[in-house]
């Protein structure tokens, strides 16, 4: 920023504390979309890929802004299995003439597509291996379109099966392809969803916000989260020996086949060479030929010589310590790493941190001291597969689960969509509602962000944090911490590729800056209404309500299974009446405590507020989601009983996923009496829950 911007902006932060405004109205004057946009310029202006010089660049780039806005600050480092490029090929077979370019287009428009150490294109964890075969197409690549193929009499059986990206996670497609025979796999961004308005040089990058024919997504096809090698255990810090497992090992939950993202300029020739049935229609993508399931009658070989090895990675954390309860922590967590770029995701959520941190250090000056500790964590190799976080919440899980209250993540914080989204457990529901109330509409600026957030619907939409898409995952499936995951953001088109870079963000992402600013101030404010709660704003009752719901969804599904009627969900029920009734307990005496305060000045409540953190804890289930039996479905890293990932896709979500899996596995030939099990274990989670809220020996 120039000298006269820091005046301005230090006259600023002076005239809002001189007022005498409540703390959060005196935060929200101090965000600033000129400097979100210099810290995005900063971040940005390298690749930086995690394990490599450009990313520890930027977490040195990001600890020297947080000291110099007086934060006390410390990084975390742990050697880690990273996946890093090699070379690729992609080519047909005489009498096939095809070599796909597996690169990306250079615009003169935008220096940074030409800078030589762009980060070649490659699915992460891919394995290496040379593979000749037909190509059969398979859509999305999700179960049901393998299933679909099985119908059509078309086999991937000995042969690379071609998938389009969207629907599930790639590493799901990968997966799949592998378990139906598929020797390879190519993922390619189709135009139906990546250029909607065609695919002419006009209608696309760099003239319009829409993905060229040559851009790639690049992305990790890890099945696990964390280090790859240490599977439910933390990996050393540098220096350190530690427990490894070997890269064969199923549970290292690595790819078993060679796979490759291509554009939709490699794929089309492919699609062109596909023979057998025309597709169904859902099946059909956006480039302008009839799309087939193939086989193709020519065979293209895949050469892979990806290289993954054991690097450094770093998580840069800041902390402003509390006053009352310094052992009690508020943690906001963005990542940092990215693919190449990463303009979008993840560095607008990182420069959008960095002004929060700035304003709280303003505030820090002029004497501002929280309740409870905030602390501002940047985790490293998120991509590959969650892993700094991950690796953190391993090492720390004990301290964690005493003092963690509330872990807050923003990913990909504005993405050109202007739409506010954000996921939580039930009970947190509330306390966003309260925020954004606070936060202007950038698009309407007498209006406030839960106004343009809810609509014309009675009240927002919050989704649940069920699914794995990024750094929640190991606070909420394995610590089992409530949460919260917010965005300006969706599906944006150039994720993944060279071109999510300052310039896209610059002209389409974001123009003015305008949504950083907002998400600052969103993000910030709700961090300090939790900090400065005198009584944490948890609300049970939410949570009670919305799993009678879940239980209700259960029955359901076991109709739909064709369970046997000695399967009941009468456990659950019973649990869940008085998991409310627990939930009514707790805000009665909430609600007392704070009629007897009155407006007098009061100290946090640390019984209250204990009982109210540790319910969510006593959701997790010591053994994870892990059947009795030898061949019963087994998924011990996640351990809470109400949320967890979909099995066949890590981005989808899951509730009551132990008896989901269970079910799943007794309509393929398991047994119905592991569903009854399921049952009752979440049953007695429930019962744990409520337990802790009535906060009474039972």
Not at 107 to 126: A, E, I, K, R
Not at 215 to 224: C, D, H, K, L, T
Not at 257 to 273: E, F, G, R, V
Request: net charge negative; aromatic share 10%; hydrophobic share 40%.
């Amino acid at each position: 920023p120039t000298p006269m911007l820091k005046a301005r902006l230090a006259l600023l932060a002076v005239l809002a504390l001189a007022t005498a405004q409540p703390i959060w109205q005196q935060f929200l004057n101090l965000p600033n979309s000129t400097l979100a946009r210099d810290h995005l310029q900063q971040l940005t202006s390298r690749p930086h890929l995690a394990g490599t010089e450009g990313d520890l660049w930027t977490a040195d780039f990001v600890e020297s802004e947080f000291r110099s806005y007086g934060l006390t600050v410390k990084r975390y480092s742990f050697d880690v299995y990273l996946p890093f490029p090699g070379k690729t090929t992609l080519r047909g077979i005489a009498p096939f003439q095809y070599e796909a370019k597996l690169e990306e287009t250079a615009f003169p428009q935008d220096p940074s597509t030409s800078d030589p150490n762009v980060t070649p294109t490659y699915n992460g964890y891919s394995p290496a291996g040379t593979v000749t075969g037909q190509l059969v197409y398979v859509n999305y690549g999700t179960v049901e379109d393998f299933a679909m193929l099985a119908q059509m009499n078309v086999s991937v059986k000995g042969r690379i099966a071609l998938v389009r990206y969207g629907g599930i996670y790639r590493g799901d497609k990968s997966n799949n392809a592998a378990d139906a025979g598929a020797i390879g796999c190519l993922i390619y961004s189709d135009p139906e969803t990546y250029a909607p308005n065609g695919t002419a040089p006009s209608q696309v990058y760099p003239y319009t916000r829409w993905l060229p024919e040559q851009g790639v997504q690049r992305g990790s096809i890890f099945e696990g989260f964390g280090d790859p090698l240490t599977p439910g255990w933390p990996a050393p810090m540098p220096g350190q020996d530690a427990e490894r497992i070997d890269p064969s090992d199923p549970s290292a939950l690595l790819a078993r086949i060679p796979t490759q993202p291509i554009s939709y300029a490699d794929a089309k020739p492919l699609l062109l060479a596909m023979g057998g049935p025309v597709v169904p229609t859902t099946w059909q993508g956006g480039l302008p030929l009839q799309y087939h399931t193939g086989p193709s009658v020519a065979q293209v070989q895949l050469s892979v010589t990806n290289n993954n090895t054991i690097a450094q990675i770093n998580n840069v954390c800041a902390m402003v310590p509390g006053s009352e309860s310094p052992d009690r922590v508020i943690l906001l967590g963005n990542h940092r790493d990215a693919w190449v770029y990463g303009a979008a995701d993840p560095n607008s959520g990182t420069a959008v941190m960095l002004e929060i941190a700035r304003s709280y250090g303003v505030l820090g000056r002029q004497g501002w001291v929280p309740r409870r500790t905030i602390m501002m964590c940047s985790w490293d190799a998120e991509e590959a597969g969650t892993i700094g976080s991950t690796e953190w919440v391993e090492r720390n899980l004990n301290l964690l689960s005493v003092r963690l209250v509330t872990y807050i993540n923003v990913d990909t914080a504005v993405s050109g969509s202007h739409t506010f989204t954000a996921g939580a457990m039930p009970s947190l529901d509330n306390m966003l509602f309260t925020s954004a109330r606070m936060v202007p509409d950038p698009a309407n600026p007498s209006g406030t962000l839960y106004d343009a957030w809810k609509g014309a619907a009675a009240r927002p939409t919050v989704v649940r944090l069920r699914g794995c898409s990024s750094d929640f995952c190991s606070f909420v499936c394995h610590l089992g911490a409530a949460s919260i995951d917010m965005a300006f953001a969706d599906n944006y088109p150039m994720y993944h590729s060279v071109y999510d870079d300052f310039r896209w963000m610059d002209l389409f992402g974001d123009p003015g800056f305008v949504y950083h600013k907002a998400m600052a101030q969103m993000w910030g404010v709700l961090a300090l209404n939790i900090a400065e709660s005198t009584i944490l704003p948890f609300n049970y009752t939410a949570y009670a309500t919305e799993v009678l719901d879940y239980v209700l969804s259960i029955d359901k599904l076991l109709v739909e299974a064709g369970a046997p009627t000695s399967i009941v969900t009468r456990p659950l029920r019973d649990a869940q009446q008085r998991f409310m009734e627990a939930a009514k307990v707790i805000h009665a005496e909430i609600e007392q405590r704070l009629a007897q305060w009155g407006d007098a000045p009061r100290a946090t409540d640390r019984t209250l507020d204990d009982r109210l953190i540790q319910a969510e804890r006593a959701f997790l289930s010591q053994n994870g989601l892990n059947g009795p039996a030898e061949d019963s479905p087994t998924r011990s890293w996640y351990r809470h009983t109400i949320y967890a990932p979909s099995q066949h896709n890590g981005y989808a979500s899951t509730v009551f996923p132990g008896i989901v899996d269970a079910v799943d596995w007794a309509a393929h030939g398991g047994r119905w009496s592991e569903v009854q099990h399921q049952i009752w274990e979440v049953a007695r989670a429930i019962d744990r829950a409520a337990n802790v809220l009535v906060g009474d020996f039972q």
